[in-house]
C-alpha cells in the first residue's frame, strides 16, 4: 500500500481551484463555438438595383422599378395572418419572427417571366434593416396563387 501526503495552503488550494475552473470555463467556451457554426449573412439590399439583383438571383424577371413600396411596423408578436406567411418563409429560409417590432418595408415588383403567365404576377420582397426578412411571388385572382421566391422548376 502507498500513502502520498501533500502540503496545501488555503492560498494554494484556492489558486488550483481558480485555475481548473478557467481552464474549464475556456474548454466549454471553445467547443461550444465548434459546434454552432455561424449561419451565412443575407445580403445587403441597399438599393433598387441591389433589390432587382437579388430577384433575378433566383432566376426571376422583374421591372427594375418597383410597382409599390410599402413601410410598416411589424407587431411584437406575430399572429394571424403572420402566422401562416411566416410558415411559408420558414420553407425558404426567412423567418420573420427576427424583425418583430421594427420596421419593414415591403417592395412589390412585376415579374414578367413566370411560367405561363404573361402578365399579373408579382414579388413582394420584405426589407429589415437592410436585409431581406422575408419574400414571395403571388397572382391575384380565382386562379391565384402565392408561393415562395425559388423559381418554378416546370
Avoid: H
Avoid at 411566416?86 to 417590432?101: I, P, V, Y
Amino acid at each position: 500500500m502507498l500513502i502520498w501526503t501533500a502540503r496545501l495552503s488555503k492560498k494554494r488550494a484556492v489558486f488550483v481551484v481558480i485555475a481548473l475552473g478557467l481552464v474549464m470555463a475556456a474548454l466549454i467556451c471553445l467547443f461550444a463555438r465548434r459546434q454552432t457554426p455561424e449561419p451565412a449573412a443575407a445580403p445587403q439590399l441597399l438599393t433598387n438595383a441591389d433589390r432587382v439583383t437579388y430577384l433575378c438571383s433566383f432566376g426571376w424577371e422583374v421591372d427594375p422599378e418597383p410597382l409599390e413600396t410599402l413601410q410598416f411596423l411589424l407587431p411584437e408578436t406575430l399572429e394571424d395572418p403572420y402566422l401562416t406567411y411566416n410558415d411559408l418563409q420558414k420553407s425558404q429560409g426567412f423567418d420573420l419572427s427576427a424583425c418583430c417590432g421594427k420596421q419593414v418595408t415591403r417592395y412589390t415588383y412585376t415579374v414578367t417571366n413566370y411560367p405561363g403567365r404573361a402578365q399579373g404576377v408579382q414579388a413582394n420582397l420584405y426589407i429589415c434593416e437592410d436585409r431581406p426578412a422575408a419574400g414571395d411571388i403571388f397572382c391575384a385572382g380565382t386562379d391565384g396563387f402565392q408561393e415562395g421566391l425559388a423559381f418554378p422548376k416546370s
